[in-house]
């Protein structure tokens, strides 16, 4: 029996996806290892390229082994994988590579997560008002991913920003 979480993932929320990757990710380049962002970049140009071509996302091994090369890379340049920066880091490119392996809804849903996670690990760095303007309209957008997601094929882009918008300014205190 399939479950809703299982159900293939819908092509074009795809690129809602992308977006909420670099919406998240993008800020935290200017305190990582140039390394760990071009990674991350790497992983998602490569991402886009497949969706983009429709070619085949790659498989499990290929999958472990960026896992490992990654954490490794990782403990390599912080000589540990706990702690603030090391955390973030691994955040930021599990994001990445979570994008390689974006089959079903579950694997989308862990993306918006992740993306969710990595909006609060901002504010370890950084608390000023650009920053806060930032991470309001990432969260918006990733509020309005998880609608998309949600709504399947019906929902249209409109539809998922602006119910995204009245929830997030419901939020406000």
């Known amino acids: 029996m399939s479950t809703r979480a299982e159900e293939a993932l819908d092509r074009q929320a795809t690129p809602w996806l992308f977006a909420c990757a670099i919406a998240t990710a993008l800020p935290h380049a200017a305190h990582q290892a140039y390394w760990l962002s071009a990674a991350s970049l790497l992983l998602l140009g490569w991402a886009v390229g497949l969706w983009w071509k429709n070619e085949r996302l790659p498989g499990r091994w290929l999958l472990i082994l960026l896992v490992v090369a990654g954490c490794g890379g990782i403990l390599i340049e912080f000589r540990t994988l ?23 809804r579950r694997d989308a849903m862990v993306v918006i997560v992740l993306g969710y996670f990595l909006l609060l690990t901002h504010y370890l760095y950084s608390q000023s008002i ?5 991470l309001l309209l990432a ?7 998880l609608i998309r997601l949600h709504g399947g094929a019906s929902s249209t882009r409109s539809m998922s920003l602006r119910y995204a918008a009245r929830l997030c300014l419901q939020a406000v205190p």
């Open 82 to 104: 706990f702690g603030r920066d090391a955390g973030v880091a691994m955040l930021v490119v599990f994001m990445a590579m979570k994008l390689l392996e974006l089959k079903s």
């Open 130 to 134: 650009p920053t806060g303007i930032w």
């Open 139 to 145: 969260l918006w957008l990733l509020t309005a991913t």
